[in-house]
């Protein structure tokens, strides 16, 4: 698409054809994730429900479905701590040519704008976007125009939700409403407003930036930049494939299944509140034979000709000598042998409470619900009905929906890696080739430290408890201790060679006599399952990769170390049995 002052404000004004199905979408989702009132849901009044009670639970509304998904949000967010989370450089790969300092590695990993590296925007800003608006945009832009030819661009990525997709053809042009807002006065300069509208128009070869100039929306280009990378530079957040529909591919939230689970929550949450409301204050009533002086007992007066309730009795036709605030009043016969008074006349209303914590119960179940579609119920509180039963999880597809996230970031990072080598490159090195060569390699992880440490606890618990072989203990407590101490490498490299090099790992030291006396074991590996912290720190202050050696290599080690141990322990002996 070739931009022209002709077309500008008929391509800002333009929606493409799925515009409001994207809106539609996004929100589904956000509604829930911002915290929002789910008007829609609110406002579908119950069956019988008076409106005041309806305005009422939407005045109150809390947002009790915000919480799963910042759950999901932060859970995924370890996807970075993997330990086979890997963005490598090849060094060799980066001609003279680049000045020093302006290489891609350091300005995607030490100089990105705002993030300082593009990995921590991704878990940042990017994660959350593309989950929450599969069909929002990420779009790479010049962070500062370069002062001259011969500088290097800038460029940074923006993401554009779909109310902000105005058009958009992939690989040829998008129309972008930005967040910023522009400041222009009245013609006679009286007045100055600070919210004009801006807008970016990419192309192929392109980028715009226009600001609103009058309150007639007059519009004028602030920014021009000829990036001539041959493609758009900005594509679809994606997701799970939704569906094809006016020349566009429509895409759906890898956690959209959460939304029926959500919907009901925050449903039957709101109901919750108006039944607790109803049922948390004590409501009094009183017997009463006074009649009221106003209307003598008809409960109706006359004003103006006309028949109306009676104000002061509000139309019991009795009062009560006292202040009848929060009061029932039950009026009695007109004569007092009609009716038999109960003692004490006063009392108060007697309410159950059993609907409530049913409902209680179900608000549970269906955010549980809701997180169990991704396989992620463990992040959830056990349900009242479900007290006491251990939440199970099924790893493989845990693992499956968490890999389908990582495959997501990666591709949304090898994009963004590669316009920005084409923005800030394209100009200094004409052959292709040799560009792409500088890209990074991102590597899907598939070790995922997803699971909190207490459910790996427990995990080790029952392993233990059900007599599970001593390797498969060994495994779950090496998973264990990387997640744990994932700040503290040393600490987990300990941990995991003690897991490794010990011999008689998960004996007792009751258990580990009796095999040395029955002659099971060496004295050698005694030795070493007794010291093996001791030898391991050793190792570790003598060689800086030690965790890093060939098994052979490091059993060698801590055997000789042993052999020391041994000897040692041989000379204690002889002296204590001469006396010297």
């Given at each position: 698409?070739?931009?022209?002052?002709?077309?500008?404000?008929?391509?800002?004004?333009?929606?493409?054809?799925?515009?409001?199905?994207?809106?539609?979408?996004?929100?589904?989702?956000?509604?829930?994730?911002?915290?929002?009132?789910?008007?829609?849901?609110?406002?579908?009044?119950?069956?019988?429900?008076?409106?005041?009670?309806?305005?009422?639970?939407?005045?109150?509304?809390?947002?009790?479905?915000?919480?799963?998904?910042?759950?999901?949000?932060?859970?995924?967010?370890?996807?970075?701590?993997?330990?086979?989370?890997?963005?490598?450089?090849?060094?060799?790969?980066?001609?003279?040519?680049?000045?020093?300092?302006?290489?891609?590695?350091?300005?995607?990993?030490?100089?990105?704008?705002?993030?300082?590296?593009?990995?921590?925007?991704?878990?940042?800003?990017?994660?959350?976007?593309?989950?929450?608006?599969?069909?929002?945009?990420?779009?790479?832009?010049?962070?500062?125009?370069?002062?001259?030819?011969?500088?290097?661009?800038?460029?940074?990525?923006?993401?554009?939700?779909?109310?902000?997709?105005?058009?958009?053809?992939?690989?040829?042009?998008?129309?972008?409403?930005?967040?910023?807002?522009?400041?222009?006065?009245?013609?006679?300069?009286?007045?100055?407003?600070?919210?004009?509208?801006?807008?970016?128009?990419?192309?192929?070869?392109?980028?715009?930036?226009?600001?609103?100039?009058?309150?007639?929306?007059?519009?004028?280009?602030?920014?021009?930049?000829?990036?001539?990378?041959?493609?758009?530079?900005?594509?679809?957040?994606?997701?799970?494939?939704?569906?094809?529909?006016?020349?566009?591919?429509?895409?759906?939230?890898?956690?959209?299944?959460?939304?029926?689970?959500?919907?009901?929550?925050?449903?039957?949450?709101?109901?919750?509140?108006?039944?607790?409301?109803?049922?948390?204050?004590?409501?009094?009533?009183?017997?009463?034979?006074?009649?009221?002086?106003?209307?003598?007992?008809?409960?109706?007066?006359?004003?103006?000709?006309?028949?109306?309730?009676?104000?002061?009795?509000?139309?019991?036709?009795?009062?009560?000598?006292?202040?009848?605030?929060?009061?029932?009043?039950?009026?009695?016969?007109?004569?007092?042998?009609?009716?038999?008074?109960?003692?004490?006349?006063?009392?108060?209303?007697?309410?159950?409470?059993?609907?409530?914590?049913?409902?209680?119960?179900?608000?549970?179940?269906?955010?549980?619900?809701?997180?169990?579609?991704?396989?992620?119920?463990?992040?959830a509180e056990t349900p009242l009905n479900q007290s006491g039963v251990a939440k199970q999880v099924d790893k493989d597809e845990l693992n499956n929906f968490v890999n389908s996230i990582a495959e997501d970031i990666v591709r949304i990072m090898d994009d963004v890696y590669y316009f920005i080598n084409e923005y800030r490159y394209i100009g200094i090195l004409p052959d292709k080739t040799k560009r792409e060569m500088m890209l990074p390699g991102v590597n899907v992880p598939t070790q995922y430290e997803i699971l909190s440490s207490t459910y790996l606890i427990d995990e080790i618990k029952t392993a233990k408890d059900s007599g599970i072989h001593p390797s498969i203990r060994r495994a779950l407590e090496i998973d264990y201790a990387k997640k744990k101490f994932y700040t503290q490498l040393s600490v987990s490299y300990e941990a995991e060679l003690c897991f490794e090099l010990d011999p008689l790992y998960g004996a007792t030291e009751d258990e580990k006599m009796t095999r040395k006396s029955n002659g099971g074991v060496t004295d050698t590996d005694y030795i070493i399952s007794c010291n093996i912290l001791q030898f391991i720190q050793r190792a570790m202050a003598e060689d800086?990769?030690?965790?890093?050696?060939?098994?052979?290599?490091?059993?060698?080690?801590?055997?000789?170390?042993?052999?020391?141990?041994?000897?040692?322990?041989?000379?204690?002996?002889?002296?204590?049995?001469?006396?010297?």
């Amino acid at each position: 698409m070739e931009i022209t002052p002709e077309n500008l404000k008929k391509a800002i004004s333009a929606r493409h054809q799925n515009y409001q199905q994207t809106i539609n979408e996004a929100e589904k989702l956000k509604v829930h994730a911002e915290g929002r009132v789910p008007e829609k849901l609110i406002n579908e009044r119950r069956p019988s429900e008076p409106e005041n009670i309806k305005d009422y639970r939407k005045k109150i509304y809390v947002p009790k479905t915000q919480n799963p998904i910042n759950k999901v949000l932060n859970s995924l967010e370890k996807i970075r701590r993997s330990q086979d989370w890997v963005i490598s450089y090849n060094p060799d790969a980066v001609p003279a040519k680049i000045a020093e300092g302006e290489t891609l590695e350091q300005y995607c990993e030490i100089n990105y704008p705002i993030h300082t590296s593009l990995t921590n925007w991704m878990f940042a800003e990017g994660l959350q976007n593309y989950l929450l608006d599969a069909n929002g945009v990420f779009a790479v832009l010049p962070y500062e125009m370069p002062a001259s030819a011969g500088d290097y661009v800038k460029p940074y990525v923006v993401y554009f939700d779909s109310k902000s997709v105005l058009d958009f053809v992939d690989g040829d042009y998008a129309i972008l409403r930005s967040n910023d807002k522009s400041t222009f006065t009245s013609p006679a300069g009286r007045n100055t407003y600070t919210n004009g509208e801006v807008y970016i128009v990419l192309t192929d070869t392109q980028y715009l930036r226009l600001e609103q100039t009058d309150i007639n929306r007059s519009f004028t280009v602030t920014e021009k930049y000829s990036h001539n990378i041959g493609v758009l530079p900005a594509f679809r957040a994606g997701g799970k494939f939704w569906k094809r529909e006016n020349g566009a591919t429509l895409y759906k939230s890898r956690i959209s299944s959460m939304i029926p689970s959500l919907d009901e929550a925050a449903r039957e949450y709101s109901d919750l509140q108006a039944e607790i409301v109803q049922h948390i204050h004590s409501e009094k009533y009183a017997y009463t034979n006074t009649e009221c002086p106003t209307c003598k007992g008809t409960c109706k007066t006359f004003k103006d000709g006309k028949e109306e309730t009676c104000q002061v009795c509000g139309g019991a036709g009795s009062i009560l000598n006292v202040s009848p605030y929060g009061m029932h009043l039950i009026t009695t016969g007109r004569k007092m042998e009609e009716y038999q008074l109960p003692t004490p006349p006063i009392g108060y209303v007697q309410k159950g409470t059993e609907i409530a914590k049913l409902q209680d119960e179900r608000v549970r179940q269906h955010i549980y619900d809701a997180l169990s579609t991704l396989n992620m119920e463990f992040l959830a509180e056990t349900p009242l009905n479900q007290s006491g039963v251990a939440k199970q999880v099924d790893k493989d597809e845990l693992n499956n929906f968490v890999n389908s996230i990582a495959e997501d970031i990666v591709r949304i990072m090898d994009d963004v890696y590669y316009f920005i080598n084409e923005y800030r490159y394209i100009g200094i090195l004409p052959d292709k080739t040799k560009r792409e060569m500088m890209l990074p390699g991102v590597n899907v992880p598939t070790q995922y430290e997803i699971l909190s440490s207490t459910y790996l606890i427990d995990e080790i618990k029952t392993a233990k408890d059900s007599g599970i072989h001593p390797s498969i203990r060994r495994a779950l407590e090496i998973d264990y201790a990387k997640k744990k101490f994932y700040t503290q490498l040393s600490v987990s490299y300990e941990a995991e060679l003690c897991f490794e090099l010990d011999p008689l790992y998960g004996a007792t030291e009751d258990e580990k006599m009796t095999r040395k006396s029955n002659g099971g074991v060496t004295d050698t590996d005694y030795i070493i399952s007794c010291n093996i912290l001791q030898f391991i720190q050793r190792a570790m202050a003598e060689d800086a990769d030690f965790y890093r050696r060939k098994l052979a290599e490091k059993q060698a080690k801590i055997k000789a170390f042993a052999e020391e141990k041994k000897k040692e322990i041989e000379t204690v002996t002889i002296d204590m049995n001469t006396g010297l």
